[in-house]
């Protein structure tokens, strides 16, 4: 009986330590995988912080990006306005830029107009004038020219002064009351009346009077403007300049030249083309 119950302990032994090395493996397993699961529990809480700071700075960016779209709308929305501002401006100042160009336009036509009219008028003026002295033309005594609306009526002195007179001869005046009779009629040009002397100088008890040849040209000039405005001229269409010898239109060294040199010079002008000394002793030096 003893030999069965040794194989009995022996068994059970066996079964003992058996179980024992099995509960061991399993432990040792178990704790592997606790490890590795602490492991991949630390690597995800890692990733998780990682995944959490970019979703941070992307929450961050997201709301950059949409404060500097909101200000991006806000100056499109402004310029968008000023451009719209800019372009109605545009469009008034086109409208009067239109405006002033027709204005500019009628203003150049009338000036055309206008101005055809004066030619007009000159040139009708200047053909009455060679009819009515003709005689006197044709003995050289007086010349009238029309040049771009400027017209002259240059008449020598022998016919209207005595030598070295400035007093307007009986003779002399009625030449001048037919040319009054057809400049009566003009209005809208200025009438120049121009004293010119030949280049002798002034001399004896006539040099008190008239020192020089400008005083002589100046009061003769005076005395045919003062007889124009006393037939009917209009005063303020009037003026009267001195030049003495200084615009002569023939040679001073013959007496034929000499005596074409001196005379009276009446001239009609566009009012836009008078000087500002109308009414005063032009300098003929100026």
């Known amino acids: 009986m003893a030999r069965p119950s040794a194989s009995l302990f022996i068994v059970v032994a066996a079964l003992l330590i058996l179980g024992g090395c099995v509960a061991k493996s399993d432990y040792l397993q178990k704790t592997a995988e606790a490890d590795a699961l602490a492991r991949r529990l630390e690597a995800a809480a890692a ?28 100056r499109l929305k402004v310029k968008s306005e000023e ?17 002033d160009a027709q204005m500019l336009k009628e ?27 003709k005689g ?24 209207l002064f005595a030598s070295g ?11 001048l009351k037919r040319v009054v009779d057809i400049l009566r009629t003009v209005t809208d040009k200025t009438i120049r009346i121009e004293g010119h002397t030949d280049n002798v100088p002034i001399a004896g008890a006539l040099a008190k009077r008239y ?44 007496p034929e030249g000499r005596a074409k040199n001196r005379r009276i010079a009446i001239i009609l002008l566009p009012k836009e083309e008078s000087t500002t000394n109308e009414g005063t002793i032009d300098d003929p030096k100026e």
Not at 83 to 99: F, I, S
Not at 115 to 132: C, G, H, M, Q, R
Not at 167 to 174: R, T
């Open 83 to 99: 451009m719209v501002k800019t372009v109605q401006q545009m469009k008034n100042r086109a409208a009067e830029l239109e405006g």
């Open 47 to 74: 990733e998780n912080t990682a995944l959490q700071v970019r979703i941070g700075q992307l929450a961050a960016e997201k709301e950059l990006r949409a404060a500097e779209s909101k200000d991006l709308q806000e």
């Open 165 to 175: 007179q400035a007093e307007v001869k009986p003779e002399g005046l009625e030449i």
């Open 211 to 254: 020192p020089t040849n400008w005083e002589l040209s100046a009061a003769r000039a005076v005395n045919v403007a003062r007889y124009l405005a006393k037939e009917g001229l209009d005063p303020s269409l009037l003026s009267a300049a001195a030049y003495g010898q200084y615009q002569p239109v023939a040679d001073n060294e013959t």
């Open 107 to 133: 203003s150049i036509d009338l000036l055309k107009k206008t101005k055809e009219e004066a030619i007009k008028t000159v040139s009708s003026t200047y053909e009455d004038l060679l009819k009515e002295m």
């Open 136 to 159: 006197e033309i044709e003995q050289g005594q007086v010349a009238i020219t029309e040049l771009k609306g400027k017209l002259t009526v240059d008449v020598v002195d022998k016919i």
